[in-house]
Structures are given as structure tokens and as C-alpha cells.
């Protein structure tokens, strides 16, 4: 796996209209780990990529008239079975973080990738989940340099009180482990 010209090349490629030009394309230096479910709770519905890509049907359940008319997107999805589906280019700016701040400094989509994993706060992830995100990591880290250990976050910590993913469920220890052993 590894990054080739803003993509991932393991990745399914899905483009989504919801993304922009970066201030500084070069500034690549945050990697931001959501969750997401649709409709919360359910996995391998297919709803998440419609979602992104702003043609999920807002009749197929009654939680879509909640988030009618967002436009939001991630740059990967790491799905349950760990398939990993990428939405906007790395050097784009995905519309994922909203008001945040990391480190003192605002705007974390400007210069983060976000990667969304298919789960909620209290669900456990899958193993095949956490091995694909220390895979992509690895990649990410090979070709964007900025993003050290210490500038991997969680949505929860870049916009606290407004924000709790990845959650309780997500074993920081066990991925950090991961990706620094390349296991």
C-alpha cells in the first residue's frame, strides 16, 4: 500500500463532490480518526459512501431527515471487513473536522486527512478494521512526513464537547502499537 499522486492504491476509489482546494497542499502534517453509521448502529448498508457523495435517499430511514442536506465527506472509509474506500484526494481538503483545533491552531481540515471507521463509540472495531488503519497509516506517514505520531487525533480531541469519536470502543494502545510495529 501507498500513496500515488493524492491516492491510496489499495483503496476503492468513490469521488465525492464535497471537498476543496487546500490553503497549502503541501501541509499535509494531522491525521484526524472518525466513526460513522448509517443509519447509526448498522453496519454494511452501503449508506456511508451515499452519504459522502450526496445521494443517500433521505426516505430510507427516518434518522436521514437529520442530516438532510449536509454535505460532508472523509478521505477514506475503512468498512468492517477492512475494504478501505477513498472519497476526496489527500491533497484536497475533505469536508470532515468542522470547527476544530489542534495544537493551538484552527481549521483542521486545511491540513488533515480524515479517515472514518464504520462503527460507532461503543461497538468494538474489528481486527480487520485496525490492520487496515495501521497499513494506511504507514503509507501516510511514508509520503506525508508532517503527520508524526504525536499528530494522530481523534474527532473527539479536535472538537471536544461537540465531538465523541472514535469513542470508548477505539483501542488507542493496540493501534498505536500497530502501526509503529507494521504489524
Known sequence: MHVEDGRLSDAVWIPS???GPRPDPA???LLVIHNIS????????GCIPRFFCNTLDCDEHPY??????????????????GRVLQFVRFDQRAWHAGVSTFGGRE??????????LEGTDTDPY???QYQALADVTSALQQAYPGISSDRIT???HIAPGRKTDPGEAFDWSRYRRSYQQGV
Open 17 to 19: 463532490p464535497n471537498f
Open 27 to 29: 501541509d499535509i502534517s
Open 38 to 45: 448509517l443509519p447509526p448502529g448498522q453496519y454494511g448498508t
Open 64 to 81: 436521514f431527515r437529520e442530516i438532510e442536506g449536509m454535505q460532508v465527506s472523509s478521505h477514506l472509509l475503512i468498512e468492517r471487513d
Open 107 to 116: 481549521n483542521c481540515n486545511d491540513y488533515s486527512v480524515g479517515i472514518e
Open 126 to 128: 474489528t481486527d480487520a
Open 154 to 156: 481523534g474527532h473527539e
